[in-house]
């Protein structure tokens, strides 16, 4: 069966500290992947998706299709990327599946 | 503005009390989505629609409708609320075709159901 983990609810980093936050997915194809996120009253967006290969906010995520897993990192943690973070493939299809989140807290 | 609104965001009920939360796109999104969001759970899809009356089940339809007379709504029915559909709701929407499908949120609607 198609799924996605996000195997911490909870992480706290130091700022100034190297930070990922891990992503594992089970499928046989290859899916399309994102990172979504949720700063604190405000409402869910999209931070990167993986086919672009993009870095935002400092913030990259490289697929890994033989371990099946598109970690997000960041090298130096800041204290405005504490928030609520979702991992979302898309397995071959128009719907999205999200992981259950990690709350980043950045500690000063 | 190219946005995604939802009303009310919030909402206090009691069980039984048939309810409907819109929700409304300016984008001219064929897709839209409901999810719900709770703790531990993460966000779970509720129903989705790829088109004007075309719309699916997602992983927890159950004690939910939805409808998709046109296409820039998509409004979440719930015929009889029960406490356990307390919950934070988010609609979604999104433009097909390309493979950067980006969703689009709403601020979201905090339901209390007592």
């Known amino acids: 069966a198609q799924r996605v983990t996000q195997p911490e609810k909870l992480l706290s980093v130091f700022k100034g500290a190297p930070v990922e936050l891990k992503c594992n997915y089970s499928?046989?194809?290859?899916?399309?992947l994102f990172w979504y996120v949720q700063y604190s009253r405000q409402r869910l967006q999209l931070l990167l998706r993986h086919i672009s290969r993009e870095s935002i906010k400092g913030f990259t995520a490289d697929l890994n299709k033989g371990e099946t897993s598109f970690h997000l990192k960041k090298p130096f943690a800041q204290e405005e990327d504490s928030a609520m973070y979702y991992c979302?493939?898309?397995?071959?299809?128009?719907?999205?599946?999200f992981g259950t989140g990690t709350r980043l807290t950045i500690i000063p | 503005e190219a946005q995604v609104t939802q009303n009310p965001r919030y909402l206090i009920t009691v069980t039984g009390k048939k309810l409907t939360v819109t929700c409304s796109q300016n984008m001219n999104h064929e897709y839209m989505s409901w999810y719900r969001q709770d703790p531990g759970l993460g966000l779970r899809q509720i129903y989705y629609?790829?088109?004007?009356?075309?719309?699916d089940k997602g992983d927890v339809p159950e004690g939910y409708k939805v409808s998709r007379k046109e296409k820039r709504n998509f409004p979440l029915i719930l015929e009889s609320p029960s406490p356990n559909q307390t919950s934070l709701y988010f609609c979604?929407?999104?433009?097909?075709?390309?493979?950067?499908?980006?969703?689009?949120f709403g601020p979201g609607t905090r339901l209390t159901v007592t």
């Open positions: 499928y046989s194809g290859s899916p399309e």
């Open positions: 629609s790829m088109n004007v009356e075309v719309t």
């Open positions: 979604a929407s999104s433009a097909p075709g390309t493979a950067a499908r980006e969703q689009y």
């Open positions: 979302a493939p898309r397995f071959g299809n128009e719907k999205l599946t």
